[in-house]
Structures are given as structure tokens and as C-alpha cells.
């Protein structure tokens, strides 16, 4: 979602008249786009800033801003944390931003402009433009989140839920189709939750499927209690919709499902697991893991070990528990120890790291469909990303420029840590 906001808020402020600086010290306006889902980004975000603050002792006219979910948290108390700062702007008001750079190079104090917008289409932050180097976009079809997960700090920094209409989304996804955009990544804190005067979310990929010049449609972040079988079923069906999925389980036990207020449980999570691989058996689930959760005991840890296995998770993004103020979870005793929760973090890693090899082991000699989107590591090859969102290198006779934004056929041949080698089956 950041990533999203960045770029647009790079494109409000060129369309304002402003130029993407080429470096930091080129710079007369510096912004740090912030994220507080964990207690590390929101320490990096305040120390960004307070570097950046330091820069304007040396230079003069400079403008330093904070946007994103620690201006939404912090709001005014942020010029008590970084005296000196010039503004705060928190998510829902990056389209006041060229207002508020204007004034503060007038007031004499720091402006907060937080708090959040009415949900109506104009409201959305929608890309209007691509870059000649851009063959996917994300687009934003809704915000915010009334789920409440007792550890989760997005209801606060996003706000309510609030769904963008289909036929604004449809124009947007249209309009980057147009100008050469092949893949597009759906957005929301709960993205398959979408629903807007009697539509939900499965009549919205069914909608956007049918738009000839959009070659895949991927989403993220969905809600398991959200993977309803109206939405399992497009599997295998609608032709944009990509196998592989990012479908967050937090962790592997009841006990702490319950206590997270996932509101789900681990055999229905399974049960989502076994409904898509009977649509895309090689499809690619990833996942989002906590570990040390207030009261997991090392059962209910064993518990996310073992859902890691059967649920086949080729990737995870997996944290320690970070008490986050102001969520119920806060007030909880944190009784798994650091050196205990380190602990757990690496027997996760140990797991995944050998589930994901074996997930790429398992594509040698498969012919994957890679979206070109870059050159390879070596002069000769291209790369690109597969329908399963591995990122693929391969030797093709062609050129990038003639090949960018095309689907390759590619055989998979050799598999790398991080990336698959293959070659392109030229037709
Ligand atoms: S559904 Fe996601 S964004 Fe919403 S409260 Fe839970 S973890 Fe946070």
C-alpha cells in the first residue's frame, strides 16, 4: 500500500508543478512515507526523518514532511518527537499535499494535516500515468479495515473500511491498459472484504477480467474469512487470474487464532488451501506468520509449524510479535521472551527456506508464463516475473525493448536461490 502511495504522491506532486529530485541532495522538499505496523519501522521512519531535519540546518529552504501511518498515529505530538519538522499528512490527504508545501514555506510552525477522507471515489488515489519501465501497477479498491485483530494498529492509522465504486476502478485498470500496464495488483487492507452498492468482490474480478488489454490480475492483502467459494471457484476460471496467492494465516493454532481475533480457524484456513489446489494444484500460496504471540505456548508454535507444512506454503513473511500502542494486544502480558520468540523466528525461516527451494525444485522442466519486465543478470537474458510470481531469468534472442511488457513461454532449467534460470521456448 506505501509503495502505492508513494507513487501517488509522486504524480500529485509533478502534476503540481514539482520535479522528482534525482538524490537526496538535490532535493528542496524531503518526505519520509512512513509504515507502524511493527515498532521497527515506526523507530526508522522517526529516524529518517529526524536525518533528514538535520539536513535543513545545512541547507537552506529545505521542507522535511512525514506522511503515511506514523503521521496518522502521531499526528500534532510528532513536532514534540522531531522539533522542527515542517508537516504531517497522513494518508487520506496526500491530495492537500502541494497546499500544505506552499504553506509551510510560510509558517513559522509545523502543520498536521491527518485524519480520514469520506470513502467517495475521488477519494481513492488512483494512477493516472505509468512509466515507460512499467508493465504492472497496484490500484487501490479499498481502504481501511473494521476487522480489529487485537495485535493490528491498521484499524487506526487507515480507518473504516470504505469501498471504491466498480466503475471507478474499472476506468482506472482501463486506462493503464491502455498506455501498456499487463498486470494489475488489486489493494486493500482487506481487499477481498470489497464490496460496494450489492457488488463484492467476486463480480469485481469478474468484471475486470473481461478487459481484453489486461493480461493478469493478482490481489493483495486478502482475509481468510473473506475466501468465500464464490472467490475459490475463479481459480482455474477466469483468465486473468493468476495462481499464486498471499493469503495471511498469523499463525497455525486455534488457541491463538482466538486470541489474535482472527476469527478463523486453522482447519477452515485449510480447508481454503484445499479448495484452491483442487482449481491450481501447483499454485503458489505465500503467507504472513507471528510468532510470540502473548500466550503461545511452544504446542501452539508447533501448531504454525505444522500448518506451514500442510498448507505448502512456498514463501512467508514472518515477524515477531511487536506490541503496537494502543492495541488491545498492547495491554497483554508479553510473556514469550526475546531469546524465546528469536528462537521460534529461526525454526519458522529453517522451515520456509526449504519449502520455498522445493517449491522452485519442483518447476524444473515446467514452461512458465513470465511477464518480461526487466533484463536478466547476464547481457544476453531477459527476466520477467511467472504467473506464479517467481522471478524468472532467460535467454531469448530478442531485446528488451523488443520483448518488454510481453508474455514469454519459458522452460525452467536450472533453479537458484532466489530466482529460476530457464530459456524461452521460441515459437
Ligand atoms: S484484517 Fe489485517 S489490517 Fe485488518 S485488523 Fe486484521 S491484520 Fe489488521
Not at 538535490?26 to 507502524?36: E, G, K, M, P, Y
Request: glycine share 8%; proline share 3%.
Amino acid at each position: 500500500m506505501n509503495v502505492h502511495d508513494s507513487r501517488a504522491i509522486e504524480e500529485i506532486l509533478i502534476n503540481s508543478g514539482y520535479r522528482k529530485a534525482e538524490s537526496q541532495d538535490d532535493a528542496d522538499i524531503l518526505l519520509v512515507n512512513s509504515c507502524t505496523i511493527r515498532e521497527k519501522p515506526w523507530h526508522k521512519a522517526i529516524s529518517e526523518t529526524g536525518r533528514f531535519r538535520k539536513i535543513k540546518g545545512i541547507k537552506d529552504n529545505i521542507l522535511v514532511g512525514l506522511v503515511g501511518c506514523v503521521a496518522q498515529q502521531e499526528g500534532d505530538n510528532i513536532f514534540n518527537l522531531l522539533n522542527g519538522i515542517d508537516f504531517v499528512v497522513s494518508p487520506d490527504n496526500y491530495n492537500s499535499l502541494p497546499e500544505i508545501i506552499k504553506k509551510s514555506y510560510v509558517s513559522k510552525t509545523g502543520i498536521a494535516l491527518v485524519g480520514f477522507g469520506d470513502g467517495s471515489d475521488d477519494d481513492f488515489l488512483g494512477l493516472k500515468s505509468i512509466y515507460p519501465s512499467e508493465s504492472s501497477a497496484l490500484v487501490t479498491i479499498m481502504k481501511g479495515c473494521n476487522e480489529h485483530c487485537r495485535y493490528c494498529i491498521v484499524p487506526s492509522v487507515r480507518g473504516p473500511e470504505r469501498n471504491r465504486s466498480i466503475e471507478s476502478i474499472e476506468k482506472e485498470v482501463r486506462n493503464l491498459t491502455e498506455q501498456g500496464i499487463k498486470e494489475v495488483t488489486l489493494l486493500g487492507q482487506k481487499v477481498n472484504a470489497y464490496k460496494h452498492e450489492g457488488m463484492i468482490f467476486s463480480d469485481l474480478l469478474i468484471r475486470l477480467d473481461k478487459i481484453e488489454k489486461l493480461e493478469r490480475l493478482r490481489f493483495t492483502s486478502p482475509h481468510p474469512r473473506h475466501m468465500t467459494k464464490d472467490v475459490t471457484d475463479l481459480y482455474g476460471q477466469l483468465r486473468t487470474l493468476c495462481g499464486a496467492i498471499h493469503l495471511p494465516a498469523q499463525s497455525g493454532s486455534n488457541n491463538t487464532l482466538k486470541s489474535m481475533g482472527r476469527r478463523y480457524t486453522r482447519e477452515e484456513y485449510l480447508d481454503i488451501v484445499e479448495r484452491l489446489r483442487k482449481k491450481i494444484p501447483d499454485i503458489s500460496i505465500s503467507t504472513d506468520l507471528i510468532v510470540g504471540y502473548p500466550g503461545e505456548t511452544e504446542e501452539d508454535f508447533k501448531e504454525t509449524l505444522s500448518l506451514i507444512k500442510e498448507a505448502g506454503f512456498s514463501s512467508a513473511f514472518s515477524f515477531k510479535f511487536s506490541p503496537r500502542p494502543g492495541t488491545p494486544a498492547f495491554k497483554l502480558d508479553n510473556d514469550v521472551s526475546e531469546d524465546e520468540k528469536s528462537e521460534r523466528l529461526s525454526r519458522v525461516h529453517e522451515i520456509i527456506s526449504k519449502q520455498e527451494f522445493e517449491f522452485r525444485q519442483s518447476l524444473k522442466g515446467k514452461n512458465l508464463q513470465v511477464l518480461v519486465d526487466g533484463k536478466g543478470r547476464l547481457d544476453s537474458q531477459l527476466s520477467g516475473r511467472g504467473e506464479n510470481f517467481q522471478i524468472v531469468n532467460f535467454q531469448h534472442s530478442k531485446s528488451l525493448e523488443e520483448m518488454f511488457g510481453k508474455i514469454v513461454t519459458v522452460e525452467i532449467t536450472e533453479v537458484n536461490s532466489n530466482s529460476l534460470l530457464g530459456v524461452a521456448v521460441e515459437k
